[in-house]
């Protein structure tokens, strides 16, 4: 059975990724001060805001406050994704999505 990705791996891998691509990568600190679930990485290109969420596989769910970050964003008209692989982010990315 594959070993299970991390999610600092995968964080950095989708950050070096999108930075490779000409995105500025802004990686978000959760805290007392933050909004609860806020996505881990934003990301600004060509005047465009996405938000990123990372999950280590494509079962792992969305906490409930991440689900009301994501809903938040797109009932302001900003971009969520979430993202569990370097795969997944090319295919997206294949597909105009990024």
Same mark, same amino acid.
């Given at each position: 059975?594959?070993?299970k990705?991390? $999610?600092?791996?995968?964080?950095?891998?989708?950050? +070096?990724? %999108?930075?490779w $691509?000409?995105? /500025? *990568? /802004?990686?978000?600190?959760?805290?007392?001060?933050? #909004?609860?679930g806020?996505?881990?990485?934003?990301?600004?290109?060509?005047? =465009? *805001?996405?938000? &990123?969420? &990372?999950?280590?596989?494509?079962?792992?769910? %969305?906490?409930? $406050?991440?689900?009301?970050?994501?809903?938040? &964003? =797109? %009932?302001?008209?900003?971009? /969520? $994704?979430? *993202?569990?692989? *370097? +795969?997944? %982010? #090319?295919?997206?990315?294949?597909?105009?999505?990024?």
């Amino acid at each position: 059975m594959p070993k299970k990705q991390l $999610h600092a791996d995968i964080q950095k891998a989708v950050k +070096d990724w %999108l930075q490779w $691509h000409k995105w /500025y *990568i /802004y990686r978000n600190q959760a805290s007392q001060f933050s #909004e609860a679930g806020i996505a881990d990485l934003t990301g600004i290109k060509n005047g =465009r *805001i996405i938000w &990123i969420e &990372i999950k280590t596989s494509e079962q792992d769910a %969305l906490s409930s $406050h991440q689900e009301a970050f994501k809903e938040n &964003i =797109r %009932l302001n008209g900003g971009t /969520y $994704h979430r *993202i569990w692989s *370097i +795969d997944q %982010l #090319e295919q997206m990315a294949v597909r105009g999505m990024l």
